[in-house]
């Protein structure tokens, strides 16, 4: 089992970036692929990026792609979203997910642990 907290969510000034972390605990977690999801208010959650259980495999929405950058350190147990140039309106709440398989997953029912999300807020 993985327990996941994301931080690093607050506002964020149109083209500016932040860092989102995930920290992990539970002894899977090294094996599980890890990806990002987000949902706007009076939308559905959607996939923003993935990654492999080794972090050789990555994959991006293409919404995000060249801006949003997905990694993982094994060693400190956490996955981190490094979010370039924000738009306003990609204010969201974003979560970390956990997959039970290795290799990355853009569905997200293919992730069986979440986390409780932070809130990126972006501000024109």
């Known amino acids: 089992q993985v327990q996941l907290v994301e931080s690093g969510g607050g506002s964020v000034q149109d083209g500016g970036s932040l860092r989102l972390s995930c920290a992990a605990s539970?002894?899977?977690?090294?094996?599980?692929?890890m990806g990002w999801f987000r949902q706007a208010p009076g939308k559905e959650r959607e996939f923003v990026a993935a990654i492999s259980w080794y972090g050789g495999i990555t994959y991006s929405a293409d919404s995000v792609k060249g801006r949003f950058t997905i990694s993982r350190d094994n060693d400190k147990n956490t996955a981190y979203l490094e979010m370039n140039s924000v738009k306003p309106e990609e204010t969201a709440v974003y979560y970390c997910?956990?997959?039970?398989?290795?290799?990355?997953?853009?569905?997200?029912?293919?992730?069986?642990?979440w986390g409780q999300g932070t809130q990126v807020t972006g501000c024109s």
């Open positions: 539970g002894r899977t977690f090294r094996r599980s692929g």
């Open positions: 997910a956990a997959s039970e398989t290795t290799s990355i997953e853009l569905n997200q029912h293919r992730y069986a642990y």
